[in-house]
């Protein structure tokens, strides 16, 4: 899965957990406890959708660039002085 794929799983996982609070009419009450099997669905399957998302951007994005921080070693400010004092 590409970075612009697992952003477009982020965002439809947030707008399938939006959909009921925006668009009640479509998620009318039908349970005899006053529920929407529709909007229960949403409420559940909306944060794995958005998490296999968020998943996908830290495999592809956050974990190349922080293995490249862990490898990088700083240059040395001090220069290396063990030649010059050779020549004492």
């Known amino acids: 899965m590409t970075t612009s794929n697992a952003f477009a799983f ?3 996982g947030l707008v399938m957990y939006l959909a009921p609070g925006v668009w009640p009419d479509f998620f009318q009450p039908h349970g005899l406890d006053g529920a929407n099997t529709s909007a229960l669905w949403l409420a559940v399957m909306s944060p794995v ?3 296999i998302g968020l998943w996908q951007v830290f495999c592809n994005e956050v974990r190349p660039l922080w293995q490249l921080v862990i490898e990088w070693e700083p ?3 001090v220069p290396n002085l063990q030649p ?3 020549e004492y």
């Open 10 to 12: 982020v965002v439809t």
């Open 84 to 86: 010059m004092l050779s």
């Open 75 to 77: 240059a040395s400010v």
């Open 49 to 51: 959708h958005a998490g």
